[in-house]
Antibody, heavy 119, light 107 residues
Framework: QVQLQESGPGLVRPSETLSLTCTVSDYSISSGYYWGWIRQPPGKGLEWIGS???????YYNPSLKSRVTISVDTSKNQFSLKLSSVTAADTALYYCARQEYTYSSLDYWGQGTLVTVSS | EIVLTQSPDFQSVTPEEKVTITCRAS??????LHWYQQKPDQSPKLLIKYASQSFSGVPSRFSGSGSGTDFTLTINSLEAEDAATYYCHQSSSLPFTFGPGTKVDIK
């Protein structure tokens, strides 16, 4: 079955850009499905950040849209998240996940990576 | 934005007991409602999609029902390994949103 693995710096300075990568195994991103990012502040609930379909649309949570970019590198079978101008409120576990359709469940998730925003 | 509310916030139950968790949407979402289980220090795992469809490999004691604005996740004959936080999630319209979670503890 498909596997997803997040990677990136665990510490980001305030006002800088958070950059994470999700590496997908046992499935080619360019073959289909949607792929997305979700985050979870420590001890709190889940927040959807955004999703994309390779060769199609990318859509973002309006609450983050001005600061978020999701991109894909099919040669490495990876997709990435960039979140600019971070503050302490962006400290969270960041998950990547696969979704079957545009409006569907998130059927496979990575294990998550903790990003702390602090000086 | 569609707001999801869950009840109860917390439930402490004995093994073999039946657990019922409800999720209410702020507007009609049809059956675009999904349930996830998150154990401590793990990522969420899909249990039920589209209100009542069991995801592959999920034990049969987990079931879902509902449509419109009111949904239910039922765990029949709770097992110790079911201790977790359960989240509902709507994919009816953007932005996707999640409920605040229901923590199930084993007595």
């Amino acid at each position: 079955q498909v596997q997803l693995q997040e990677s990136g710096p665990g510490l980001v300075r305030p006002s800088e850009t958070l950059s994470l990568t999700c590496t997908v195994s046992d499935y080619s991103i360019s073959s289909g499905y949607y792929w997305g990012w979700i985050r979870q502040p420590p001890g709190k609930g889940l927040e959807w950040i955004g999703s994309f379909y390779h060769g199609g649309s990318t859509y973002y949570n309006p609450s983050l849209k001005s600061r978020v970019t999701i991109s894909v590198d099919t040669s490495k079978n990876q997709f990435s998240l960039k979140l600019s101008s971070v503050t302490a409120a962006d400290t969270a576990l960041y998950y990547c996940a696969r979704q079957e359709y545009t409006y569907s469940s998130l059927d496979y998730w990575g294990q998550g990576t903790l990003v702390t925003v602090s000086s | 934005e569609i707001v999801l509310t869950q009840s109860p916030d917390f439930q402490s139950v004995t093994p073999e007991e039946k657990v019922t968790i409800t999720c209410r949407a702020s507007q009609n979402i049809g059956t675009s409602l999904h349930w996830y289980q998150q154990k401590p220090d793990q990522s969420p795992k899909l249990l039920i999609k589209y209100a009542s469809q069991s995801f592959s490999g999920v034990p049969s004691r987990f079931s879902g029902s509902g449509s419109g604005t009111d949904f239910t996740l039922t765990i029949n004959s709770l097992e110790a390994e079911d201790a977790a936080t359960y989240y509902c999630h709507q994919s009816s319209s953007l932005p996707f949103t999640f409920g605040p979670g229901t923590k199930v503890d084993i007595k």
